[in-house]
């Protein structure tokens, strides 16, 4: 009996199906979320050091 509870829970444990792709897709989504949110506020800050150097050369 203590075996085929061992294989039951291995070939659970080994099984990549249903959860697990809606698993990865959440992880997807969050790292494009984190990605978009980080370019986002360099492109402010860039935007202000390019701005601050053009003014620099102007003077």
Known sequence: MCGV?????????RRDTGATAIEYTLICAFIALAITTVLLGLGTQLKGLYQSVVDGFSH
């Open 5 to 13: 509870t061992v294989r039951t829970l291995w070939a659970f444990l």
